[in-house]
């Protein structure tokens, strides 16, 4: 069996899934050998708060360190809030002969042995120094959690597996555990539930964190990104008054300390907010359950107190003055969203229910009034407007935020030919730009629906838009701008230089009516002619001004067709 443990290198490899915790929680940490985007900061960081883990000092985490035994089981306690009783544990006799009595973690190997969680190596030792395995360090956590009865090693591994603390970690079940994925793994077994066995199954009870945190339940009601009216480093919550037949009445209103987490991404929803116990400063945040309705808005409209999308009913709310809405990244009530905006097509929406009774909290984001904006100029510093005359402000008064995603990340790296959609909140003051670079470069194979779509490349487009006065036809080719949904909307098309010939048109009789279908051609020569094949329909638009730059096609010796060259400005000097 040790052979074959030898020869075995089981890697456990699974997708990089985060929890919650790593997600939610800021990455900055007191330590210089963890840099803020490293995997494990937010992990270490939480740890570092809750006072789980101290460092291995100089200023270091020690990331790349191995994790001895001794350590493992100091984690572990404080894990389950049992610092104290590892500390009354130092005077009892160690109970391992390789641990002498003054060792420095003899009391939390003591109490870790009394509490199961450790077991020793045999032959009445501990190796305290040995180094910790990455199959050994997750035994060591499932105990703490309350699993018991797990085959070694494959039990201990799916275990771990099964319940997200393996998640993003690639090692080997007896490879050397090292400092930084150990932060992960505490982290994650920080979130998870404890269980405990009745007549010999298991039951869930409180999340592991519960022993080191407290925990209040809260509605979150604002942020100072949505409202000006909320403090920096604030939030707007609302407490839990009663919670009667699963309906939930609220407190009135207060702030409480944001910490280090992102409260933005748990407006409108019920959550539990586990603090430290000493400071009160927010470390992990638990969504319960909220009932919502999320959809795609397609004319989206509210008569009297019902919210239609599509023209199906979605959900009865209260009256539009009591719903609130956060629109566009702005705080707002409903019924100003329906007198001053618009819920436009394409947005996203969610209507929240926070007393899991009474649908009266909205998120609408990427509600663009303008969209597939074609950008005639590239933005510059001191601009206050999108394609200079437009109405799309992005500087002055109302606006005092700009928030540009997409492709680029600020506004000045706008450029000409890019696709935007722009938005605001209702009063203006911020407005949010998604800029779309998506493009397609080939050759139109075929047309569908009378240029609906197109075949380019292989791949079917719907079009949206096209190049100026030209409906799509097979062989254009050249680039094909696509909007945020893969749509094309506007065409850069190729001018082939071989097919066809170039002239300036000379309007017959002195722009007099053009009858027979005649126009004089100058060509390049300095040839003229005369009986050129156009479209009488639109001649006095399109070819009856003199000096116009045009293209010519030549069929049985004749000039067949006449199309006058966009986007081309010619002067000339007689």
Known sequence: MKRLKKLIAF????????????????????????????????????????DITKGVGDGKFGVDQPVTRAQMVTFVNRMLGYEGLAEMAKAEKSVFKDVPQNHWAVGHINLAYQMGIAKGVGDGKFDPNGRLTY??????????????????????????????????????????????????????????PMVKYVDGKETQGDKLISKVANVTKYLVVATPDVDSNVAAGKVQVKGI???????????????????????????????????????????????????????????????????????????????PTEVTVIYNGGKTTLDQVLAKAKVEDGASVTILAPDNKTYNYMIVNDSFKYQNVRVTADVKAGDKFINAN??????????????????????????????????????????????????????VTTVIDDGAKVVINDKTYTVKGYAENKTPAVGDEGVFVLDKD?????????????????????????????????????????????????????????????????????????????????????????
């Open 11 to 50: 890697v456990v490899s699974f997708a990089l899934v985060f929890g919650a915790m790593a997600v939610g929680f800021a990455a900055t940490t007191p330590f210089t050998d963890v840099k803020d985007d490293a995997p494990y900061a937010s992990a270490v960081a939480r740890l570092v708060a809750l």
């Open 135 to 192: 199959a050994q360090a997750l035994a060591f956590v499932l105990r703490a959690l309350g699993y018991q009865d797990l085959s070694w090693p494959y039990g201990v591994l799916a275990k771990a597996q099964d319940i997200g603390l393996t998640a993003g970690i690639n090692l080997a079940y007896n490879q050397v555990m090292l400092r930084g994925d150990l932060a992960l793994v505490l982290d994650r077994a920080l979130q998870t």
């Open 241 to 319: 008054k009663e919670v009667k037949d699963g309906v939930i009445t609220f407190a009135d209103a207060t702030t409480i300390n944001a910490g280090n987490i992102d409260f933005n991404k748990y407006l409108g929803k019920v959550v539990e907010v586990y603090t430290v116990k000493s400071t009160g400063e927010p470390v992990f945040v638990d969504v319960t359950a909220t009932p919502e309705k999320s959809f795609t808005a397609k004319r989206f409209e509210v008569v009297n107190t019902v919210v239609y999308n599509d023209n199906k009913k979605v959900v009865e709310i209260p009256s």
């Open 390 to 443: 437009s109405s799309l402000r992005i500087a002055g008064d109302p606006v005092k935020t700009v928030i540009v995603k997409g492709s680029v990340d600020k506004v000045t790296d706008i450029k000409a030919n890019d696709i935007i959609y722009y938005g605001t909140t209702v009063d203006g003051s911020k407005v949010t730009i998604l800029v779309v670079r998506d493009k397609v470069e080939g050759k």
């Open 486 to 574: 893969g749509n094309i909307v506007y065409a850069i098309l190729k001018v082939s230089a071989a097919a066809e010939n170039y002239a300036i048109a000379l309007a017959a009789e002195a722009y007099g009516p053009l009858t027979g279908g005649k126009v004089e051609l100058l060509t390049a020569e300095g040839k003229k002619i005369l009986d050129a094949k156009y479209d009488a329909a639109v001649a006095a638009e399109t070819y009856a001004r003199n000096k116009d730059l045009v293209t010519y096609t030549v069929k049985d010796n004749k000039v067949d067709s006449v199309k006058r060259v966009e986007y081309t400005f010619l002067v000339l000097t007689m």
